[in-house]
């Protein structure tokens, strides 16, 4: 049967088929409704979104949402990096466990997220909550409590991006800087993190995107209050809820934007890295 | 030349990189106190709230005819449209990577935005094409069952497609160019060879996207309308317990979802390592 001989590379009716089968799903599930935020936000010109910016309530949220979700990012960042190191470069008891527990927040519903930190640093009832309030450290219902349970949410992107990198660059070049006299700080400057750079920024970029999205976890430790402790995400459900269809669109026209915008951020980038 | 510079000039120093100095233990301290804070104690919070009303109150919890039923429709909703996405994510990466059409870039865009679309908005989008007066299909699924289904779908697409992708762009197409030499036809090169060099990347995709749809929230609340025994998954019930002020209730159902999560982490682990030793 010599016409088998290149099966996968012959154009086919079954290759046809699948081609337009996988397009007719991707557009019917992601493309088509995703379009419908932009036609809804500007079906009357740009009058939706300058509702939202001309909201004072509305830019506080957009506000606290930027700044909850920098924070978050910053330390997974650091966090990711190190415990990245520490998994790859290091043996410690427990090293197993510890690299099976990073990737516990992808499995776990957001709501639980949220109600663990509750259960924890609630002000009333949490394990730590009294002491801390006590101390004048508000947690649950503030934005410490955002910012934890964004971080939770998130912690696993940057680890997930930079470990297998560091896998694969090995030690080589580090031991070469170590045996030539460098202390480990600048062993990591100077060797490690060039070599890792672009996977911590798509780790930075996807965990930013999850962060700003961030919606089940903070609405348990939020308590959601206007002008303080609402997020994006939130006033999209309020906005819908209220009947103010059109500022809902017009946030999640913002929040979709953004978060596209990083997608294609991300590929760009790694598009360059692969030609290099 | 940094202040940090713990050792300097310690030229000769052979030791193996695995060994823990003064500063990875530091940071080894460090790291693991904020990760106990953050997710470890307040999980152990979770389940020792769910144990503090003894095994009859959890039980009484998640026996909960709403509850059970929430419970029930999750898993068989996550269970069903993981079984979609192993088919169809497989397709959809064998498309990425094997067929070449103007266009195929963008499509790859394409995977990656439920994975960052905020899921609010995922539900936003999704009632504006299925669950509306004015869908421009004519289709109105918001509020029932199938709206769970939908969302799912949604939020879970990109982890089989991209588990399996990478696995597909490694394989040596001449080994089925030598099956093909050898007189295999399409069917038995797919079943005999792609299939199960395939299959560790599809199951751990498979988890991913099973342990995803167990726990989502953020795309039902505008779709899926919560409606008891009807449309209402097991995060939305434990969202309604934690607002009627019952966290033990609220901790038992999260419980339940843990333990669910957890036996997913051990079987992907078993997986990977199936897929390391045979790399």
């Not at chain 1, 397009?23 to 809804?40: K, Q």
């Not at chain 1, 170590?178 to 060797?191: E, M, N």
């Not at chain 2, 109150?57 to 929430?70: D, K, L, P, Y």
């Amino acid at each position: 049967m010599p016409e088998t001989r290149t099966a996968h590379r012959s154009r086919g009716p079954v290759a046809h088929l699948l081609r337009f089968a996988v397009i007719a799903y991707l557009f019917l599930l992601v493309v088509w409704p995703v379009s419908l935020v932009v036609t809804h936000t500007f079906e009357n010109g740009f009058d939706a979104l300058r509702t939202v910016f001309g909201d004072a309530d509305t830019v506080a949220v957009l506000r606290l949402t930027a700044i909850a979700a920098l924070i978050a990012t910053a330390i997974n960042t650091v966090f990711g990096v190190g415990i990245s190191l520490l998994l790859v470069r290091s043996d410690f008891p427990g090293k197993r466990i510890v690299s099976s527990l990073m990737d516990l927040p992808l499995a776990i519903s957001p709501v639980v997220v949220g109600l663990s930190l509750v259960l924890v640093y609630g002000g009333t009832n949490g394990w730590f909550g009294p002491v801390l309030e006590a101390g004048g450290v508000k947690i649950i219902f503030a934005t410490p409590g955002i910012v934890m349970a964004t971080a939770f949410v998130a912690l696993p992107l940057v680890i997930r991006e930079v470990v297998p990198v560091l896998q694969e660059i090995g030690t080589e070049q580090e031991q070469a800087a170590r045996s030539l006299g460098a202390g480990p700080w600048q062993t990591f400057r100077r060797i490690t993190l060039p070599s890792i750079r672009w996977a911590v920024v798509y780790g930075v970029v996807l965990t930013l995107a999850r962060s700003l999205g961030e919606f089940g976890a903070v609405k348990v430790v939020s308590g959601n209050i206007s002008g303080q402790t609402r997020t994006a995400t939130l006033a999209v459900e309020e906005k819908y809820l209220n009947w103010e269809q059109e500022s809902a669109y017009a946030i999640a026209f913002l929040l979709a934007g953004v978060s596209v915008l990083c997608i294609i951020a991300v590929s760009i980038l790694r598009a360059r890295a692969d030609r290099n | 030349m940094t202040a940090v510079d713990l050792a300097p000039g310690r030229t000769g120093d052979t030791r193996p990189a695995g060994a823990l100095n003064r500063a990875s233990a530091v940071g080894l301290g460090v790291t693991m106190t904020w990760f106990s804070l953050l997710v470890l104690i307040p999980l152990a919070a979770v389940v020792a709230t769910a144990a503090g009303g003894g095994i009859d109150g959890f039980w009484r919890a998640v026996t909960n005819e709403q509850t059970a039923h929430a419970i029930r429709l999750t898993v068989i909703s996550a269970l069903v449209v993981t079984a979609i996405n192993v088919v169809a994510g497989t397709a959809i990466a064998w498309v990425l990577v094997r067929d070449a059409f103007p266009g195929k870039a963008l499509l790859e865009l394409v995977i990656d935005i439920p994975f960052a679309l905020p899921t609010i908005v995922a539900g936003l989008v999704l009632l504006a094409l299925y669950g509306s007066d004015d869908s421009p299909l004519g289709v109105d699924v918001a509020n029932t069952g199938t709206s769970v289904y939908l969302a799912f779908l949604f939020v879970t697409l990109p982890f089989v497609v991209r588990t399996v992708q990478p696995v597909l762009e490694e394989m040596e197409p001449e080994v089925e160019e030598a099956a093909a030499s050898l007189g295999a036809g399409r069917r038995t090169i797919f079943t005999r060879i792609i299939l199960p060099t395939l299959t560790p990347a599809i199951a751990a995709g498979a988890t991913l996207s099973f342990a995803r749809g167990v726990g989502e929230y953020g795309s039902l609340v505008l779709l899926s309308g919560n409606l008891p025994f009807e449309s209402e998954v097991a995060s939305v019930r434990i969202m309604s317990a934690i607002e009627n002020d019952n966290p033990a209730a609220a901790a038992s159902i999260a419980t339940v979802l843990l333990i669910v999560s957890l036996l997913v982490i051990l079987l992907l682990d078993v997986v990977q390592r199936r897929v390391a030793r045979r790399a």
